[in-house]
């Protein structure tokens, strides 16, 4: 399980990284996209992982604090998701706008000369 | 204290966050109703901060718990000496950058107030919060205004200095998550004065483990301070920005620089056992290297936009530099320093819009440059009568202007008398005092920093002063209403307070510097909450 969770972090962040190096903006937006899914799986799996455990309590048996998962970095995760969605969303209309105002999709706003 | 004067303590999160819900609902159409709305606001945080200025001046660190819910559970803000220094400079400048706006920026776009509102509440919410997952959630309210305020008045330069902006700045949102989460991960509490309680007891195999978490969150805080060099984005950005937005955004490099103040201070202070003074030698060399950086940036700087996003970096530099040195008499004349400096460059990045005004494009390129292309050649044969006349009248608004960008160059700089040289003052004199010892190589490093980058300051301010009001004045004068004129003469009366007031200024902010490297009293009522829940 750990090793599963900690490729996938690591495909994403590494996709992410390469993308975001590229110069053309949309190439940029996916990369931060593919960058904060790599976050937030380590966020959530900063609360330790488990296969196969209850989801709050198991029928007939006194639940105990260890039979939990931790709550609070599911509660991050679902902030962090909020937020990096949102911002996200702001970023690709500035794109857009860029796209239009400078008629390239560059992230400097022109092409490089040859 | 009563319980009304402890809800207080959210107010500043409170009231920009109505005003600007209440603007949003108004919508655009009525624009006298929004200005209103938006005075009311900014006074009234005047107000408070002014308040909370003086109900900080106390031993102990008062809490609020947000919802009422117990310190391990709930999120608590925390208001000391240094909080409310720093949301009394960002309600004074957010009043200036507000009334200034009201001339005519105002109009340049859609949602310009509850953005200009929802940013003073993140920028609030920041400075109070004591809980780091709350640091980020205000850092993100505070940022996403700042884009759009970043492209308020549209434009390609904006939007292309805009795109670069916020893309730097997700990346860094995304350093803070995991240096968060990391923390939790050991630590298991996202509560700041819960953390540094358990400093001392983290194991010593997961030492390691928590300081990698916190230097990623440090990096965090050094891009939005921008700190070299992670704040290449800055002087773009600013430049491009309106005037009143490059106001605001000014104080955003602080917030990085507060953050990274509040956390290092009270997680590597001296009870953090093994990791006390973690980073502080590399917190000053980049303070230092930022200073360099910054020194030839304001050197090179074509233009006064740039000039000022150049003095911001200096400024970031010094606060780091001095915080790095770890000594709370120094980080108590940084934070003299910073108050200063938050005024003066405020005031200048709204004089720059002044000042350009009615001057043609391109006017502000070196006399170098233009000779070197050969473009004001031709301006040289036209008239030479009238340009060699004795006595050309000044009109009054260049004179004002001229007073205004001699006094900001005098407290950027850090020359005599004004408030700015006190201030490098106060933080090189504690490097240097007989009792100390001898001082360190280090210390002369600093020393020599801050004066040689006064020195590039003063260079560069005296170039491009000279070259907007002497050498290729405006054509015509610029028309400058009072209503854009007195908050820049706000902020300068204040800094001239300062200047004046330096004794009681310093006094309180080697208040909160002690406060800051004793962080007893900033845990004991965060924990007294805490236990009392148990």
Same mark, same amino acid.
């Not at chain 2, 005075?39 to 008062?62: C, G, I, K, N, Y």
């Not at chain 2, 904006?158 to 939790?184: D, K, P």
């Not at chain 2, 001229?402 to 700015?420: D, N, R, T, Y």
């Given at each position: 399980m750990e090793l599963v969770v900690a490729l996938a972090i690591g495909i994403l962040a590494g996709s992410g990284v390469w993308l975001l190096l590229r110069p053309r903006t949309f190439q940029v937006i996916i990369g931060l996209a593919l960058l $904060?899914?790599?976050?937030?799986?380590?966020?959530? $799996?900063?609360?330790?992982?488990?296969?196969?455990?209850?989801?709050?309590?198991?029928?007939?048996?006194?639940?105990?604090?260890?039979?939990?998962?931790?709550?609070?970095?599911?509660?991050?995760?679902?902030?962090?998701?909020?937020?990096?969605?949102?911002?996200?969303?702001?970023?690709?209309?500035?794109?857009?706008?860029?796209?239009?105002?400078?008629?390239?999709?560059?992230?400097?706003?022109?092409?490089?000369?040859? | 204290m009563t319980a009304w004067a402890d809800h207080l303590l959210v107010a500043p999160i409170v009231v920009p966050m109505m005003a600007g819900a209440a603007m949003v609902l108004a919508g655009n159409a009525r624009p006298s109703l929004l200005a209103g709305l938006g005075?009311?606001?900014?006074?009234?945080?005047?107000? @408070?901060?002014?308040?909370?200025?003086?109900?900080?001046?106390?031993?102990?660190?008062?809490? *609020?718990? @947000?919802?009422?819910?117990?310190?391990?559970?709930?999120?608590? =803000?925390?208001?000391?000496?240094?909080?409310a220094i720093m949301v009394a400079l960002t309600s004074v400048l957010g009043f200036a950058a507000f009334v200034f706006s009201l001339a005519r920026w105002h109009r340049a776009g859609t949602h310009f107030h509850p953005l200009f509102q929802f940013q003073l509440m993140g920028l609030n919410g920041a400075f109070l919060t004591g809980d780091l997952f709350n640091l980020f959630v205000f850092f993100?309210?505070?940022?996403?205004?700042?884009?759009? %305020?970043?492209?308020?008045?549209? +434009?390609?330069?904006?939007?292309?200095?805009?795109?670069?902006?916020?893309?730097?700045?997700?990346?860094?949102? &995304? =350093?803070?998550?995991?240096?968060?989460?990391? #923390?939790? +991960?050991?630590?298991?509490?996202?509560? %700041?004065?819960?953390?540094?309680?358990?400093?001392?007891?983290?194991?010593?195999?997961?030492?390691? @483990?928590?300081?990698?978490?916190?230097?990623?969150?440090?990096i965090a805080f050094l891009v939005k301070a921008a700190a070299w060099p992670l704040g290449f984005w800055l002087q773009g950005t600013y430049a491009a920005a309106s005037a009143p937005a490059a106001a605001a955004l000014s104080i955003l490099s602080k917030v990085?620089?507060?953050? #990274?103040?509040?956390?290092?201070?009270?997680?590597?202070?001296?009870?953090?056992?093994?990791?006390?003074?973690?980073?502080t030698l590399p917190l000053t060399l980049i303070g230092l290297l930022t200073i360099a950086f910054g020194s030839v940036a304001v050197l090179a700087s074509q233009n006064l936009a740039r000039l000022a996003g150049a003095s911001v970096l200096i400024s970031s530099g010094t606060l780091l530099a001095a915080i790095g040195m770890n000594r709370a008499a120094v980080?108590?004349?940084?934070? =003299? *320093?910073? %108050?200063?400096? #938050?005024?003066?460059?405020?005031?200048?990045?709204?004089?720059?819009?002044?000042?350009?005004?009615?001057?043609?494009?391109?006017?502000?390129?070196?006399?170098?440059?233009?000779?070197?292309?050969?473009? +004001?050649?031709?301006?040289?044969? +036209?008239?030479?009568?009238?340009?060699?006349?004795?006595?050309?009248?000044?009109?009054?608004?260049?004179?004002?202007?001229?007073?205004?960008?001699?006094?900001?160059?005098?407290?950027?700089?850090?020359?005599?008398?004004?408030?700015?040289?006190?201030?490098?003052?106060?933080?090189?004199?504690? &490097?240097?005092?007989?009792?100390?010892? =001898?001082?360190?190589?280090?210390?002369?490093? #600093? %020393?020599?920093?801050l004066i040689l980058s006064g020195l590039a300051t003063a260079i560069a301010m005296m170039r491009t002063g000279i070259d907007a009001f002497w050498a290729s004045p405006a054509g015509t004068p610029q028309r400058v209403s009072v209503l854009e004129f007195m908050p820049v003469a706000l902020l300068l009366t204040l800094c001239v307070a300062l200047t004046v007031a330096a004794g009681p200024a310093l006094d309180y902010a080697t208040a909160a510097a002690n406060a800051l490297y004793a962080p007893a009293d900033y845990l004991r009522p965060v924990l007294k909450a805490a236990e009392a829940a148990r």
């Amino acid at each position: 399980m750990e090793l599963v969770v900690a490729l996938a972090i690591g495909i994403l962040a590494g996709s992410g990284v390469w993308l975001l190096l590229r110069p053309r903006t949309f190439q940029v937006i996916i990369g931060l996209a593919l960058l $904060s899914y790599a976050v937030n799986l380590f966020i959530f $799996s900063t609360g330790g992982l488990r296969t196969g455990a209850d989801a709050i309590l198991r029928q007939g048996a006194a639940g105990t604090l260890a039979d939990f998962a931790d709550p609070v970095p599911q509660a991050l995760v679902l902030t962090a998701i909020v937020i990096g969605f949102a911002t996200t969303a702001l970023l690709l209309v500035v794109l857009l706008a860029a796209r239009g105002l400078t008629g390239t999709d560059h992230v400097d706003g022109r092409e490089r000369e040859q | 204290m009563t319980a009304w004067a402890d809800h207080l303590l959210v107010a500043p999160i409170v009231v920009p966050m109505m005003a600007g819900a209440a603007m949003v609902l108004a919508g655009n159409a009525r624009p006298s109703l929004l200005a209103g709305l938006g005075l009311v606001s900014t006074v009234l945080l005047l107000v @408070l901060s002014a308040t909370l200025l003086v109900l900080a001046d106390a031993p102990e660190v008062r809490i *609020y718990r @947000l919802g009422n819910w117990p310190a391990s559970f709930g999120i608590v =803000l925390a208001l000391d000496r240094l909080s409310a220094i720093m949301v009394a400079l960002t309600s004074v400048l957010g009043f200036a950058a507000f009334v200034f706006s009201l001339a005519r920026w105002h109009r340049a776009g859609t949602h310009f107030h509850p953005l200009f509102q929802f940013q003073l509440m993140g920028l609030n919410g920041a400075f109070l919060t004591g809980d780091l997952f709350n640091l980020f959630v205000f850092f993100e309210v505070m940022l996403a205004a700042s884009y759009g %305020m970043t492209l308020h008045g549209s +434009g390609v330069a904006r939007v292309r200095a805009g795109l670069h902006y916020i893309v730097i700045n997700l990346l860094a949102s &995304l =350093l803070f998550l995991i240096g968060v989460s990391v #923390v939790y +991960g050991i630590a298991g509490t996202l509560n %700041m004065a819960d953390l540094a309680a358990r400093m001392q007891a983290v194991a010593a195999e997961d030492r390691a @483990l928590l300081e990698a978490g916190l230097a990623v969150l440090g990096i965090a805080f050094l891009v939005k301070a921008a700190a070299w060099p992670l704040g290449f984005w800055l002087q773009g950005t600013y430049a491009a920005a309106s005037a009143p937005a490059a106001a605001a955004l000014s104080i955003l490099s602080k917030v990085g620089i507060y953050a #990274v103040l509040r956390v290092w201070l009270l997680l590597f202070g001296t009870g953090a056992g093994a990791s006390a003074g973690f980073g502080t030698l590399p917190l000053t060399l980049i303070g230092l290297l930022t200073i360099a950086f910054g020194s030839v940036a304001v050197l090179a700087s074509q233009n006064l936009a740039r000039l000022a996003g150049a003095s911001v970096l200096i400024s970031s530099g010094t606060l780091l530099a001095a915080i790095g040195m770890n000594r709370a008499a120094v980080t108590g004349g940084a934070l =003299l *320093y910073l %108050m200063g400096s #938050v005024l003066a460059i405020g005031a200048l990045f709204l004089l720059v819009e002044l000042v350009e005004r009615g001057r043609d494009i391109g006017a502000d390129v070196l006399a170098v440059t233009r000779e070197a292309f050969g473009a +004001g050649e031709d301006e040289e044969d +036209g008239e030479p009568g009238e340009r060699d006349a004795v006595g050309v009248p000044i009109p009054a608004t260049v004179a004002t202007l001229g007073g205004s960008f001699l006094a900001c160059a005098l407290l950027i700089a850090g020359l005599p008398p004004l408030s700015g040289f006190l201030a490098k003052f106060a933080i090189l004199a504690p &490097l240097f005092t007989p009792g100390g010892g =001898l001082p360190s190589a280090l210390a002369w490093v #600093v %020393m020599a920093a801050l004066i040689l980058s006064g020195l590039a300051t003063a260079i560069a301010m005296m170039r491009t002063g000279i070259d907007a009001f002497w050498a290729s004045p405006a054509g015509t004068p610029q028309r400058v209403s009072v209503l854009e004129f007195m908050p820049v003469a706000l902020l300068l009366t204040l800094c001239v307070a300062l200047t004046v007031a330096a004794g009681p200024a310093l006094d309180y902010a080697t208040a909160a510097a002690n406060a800051l490297y004793a962080p007893a009293d900033y845990l004991r009522p965060v924990l007294k909450a805490a236990e009392a829940a148990r």
